[in-house]
Structure formats: C-alpha cells, structure tokens
C-alpha cells in the first residue's frame, strides 16, 4: 500500500483507485484533484461517474458505459477509451482513461489513469477542418489533379479527373489506368509517371 501511495503520488497523471463492490473513489492523487478542479479529500467517496456527465457523446448512459469498462478490467481487460468528465466548474472536459484492476487478497480494486486530451482533440478537429479545406481547393481546379505512388496506383484524385474516368474516386483508387483505358494509352500516361519520377 506504502508503494502504490508513493507510485500515485509521484506518478504525471491523474489517478484513482476505485472499489468495485461499492463503486466509491477510495484513492487519488492530487493529479486528479487539479484534473477535476476539487480537493482531494473531496473526490473520495465519490462514484466513478460522479463527475461526469449523464450520457457520454455517443449517447450511452455514463453510469452503464463505466460498469462495462470496469468489468472488462475485472475480467483481466486493460481497456484504455475515451471518457467525457465535467470539472468542478461545470466545464466537461474529454479524457483518456486506462483501467486495470488492482490485486488484493479480499477486494475488487480498479485503477484508472486519466489525460485530459481537450488539445489533442481540438487539434484533432483542426486538422479535419483543414484536410477538408485541401479538398474543397484540390476538387476546384479545373486541371487533372491526381497522386499516384511508385506502381501507378492511385491514392488520390480531384473531381477533373473523376470526370476524365467517368468514376468516383472511390472506384479509381487502388487502380492503375490500364484499368480504365486502353493499353496504349495507360502506357502513354505509365511513362509520364516514370518521367516524373526521374525529374
């Protein structure tokens, strides 16, 4: 017990040692308290979806949703997942969560890490917004705009050149042109490839 104290305690992130049996926090670091914006003291005893909200984003009652995960690391599981959690604020944050369970002799023990990942996922957002951006712009220009890697194949292509295959990219991705158009011509457009390649 000495030694998980001053693992918890030293550990970087927020950590809570829950018991199964009457599903109350009975440990946290003070990593959890600044997490969840409360005194330590005050996040024991509490449930683990006490601070949380009452369904998650998928619409999942966050009280059944945790019972799953928690009996997935009882059964031997080490589930790591996505989890909204509200601060003492009323601000819900997004968070990573680890469960394991915990050995002991007489108790059903889980331990739960938490990252607040709010920046990751806002980043994560961002980058959706502008890969959106990329393809507005690539699907506007008039020109044959295409990727193909080292055999040919294609990765990619904009709307131009959808029109050229009378296909959806969906339908000319994983293909060459020799699927598309005669011989002579794929050849013809098989040796630009190479030209470029060599440029």
């Keep these: 017990e000495q030694r998980l104290a ?11 040692i829950f018991d199964v049996d009457s599903f109350r926090c009975i440990e946290a670091n003070e990593q959890t308290a600044r997490l969840f914006g409360l005194e330590r003291n005050a996040l024991l005893e509490l449930s683990p979806v006490a601070r949380s909200p009452e369904r998650q984003p998928d619409g999942r009652l966050s009280e059944e949703a945790a019972r799953e995960k928690i009996q ?6 080490t589930p790591v997942f996505e989890w909204l959690h509200v601060k003492a604020s009323g ?11 915990v050995p002991h002799a007489t108790r059903r023990l889980i331990r739960g890490s938490m990252v607040d990942i709010t920046e990751r996922k806002r980043l994560q957002e961002k980058l959706v917004e502008e890969r959106a951006l990329l393809r507005a712009l690539i699907d506007s220009i008039p020109d044959y705009i295409f990727v193909k890697d080292t055999g040919s194949v294609y990765l990619l292509c904009n709307k131009t050149t959808e029109g050229f295959f009378n296909a959806d990219e969906a339908e000319i991705v994983g293909h ?18 190479c030209a470029v390649l060599e440029a």
């Design 6 to 16: 001053t693992f918890m305690a030293y550990a970087p992130d927020a950590i809570a």
């Design 91 to 101: 601000e819900p944050f997004p968070c990573e969560v680890h469960l394991v369970r």
């Design 176 to 193: 060459t042109d020799f699927d598309f158009v005669d011989r002579k011509t794929a050849e013809s457009f098989r040796a630009d490839d």
């Design 72 to 77: 997935e690391a009882l059964d031997g599981g």
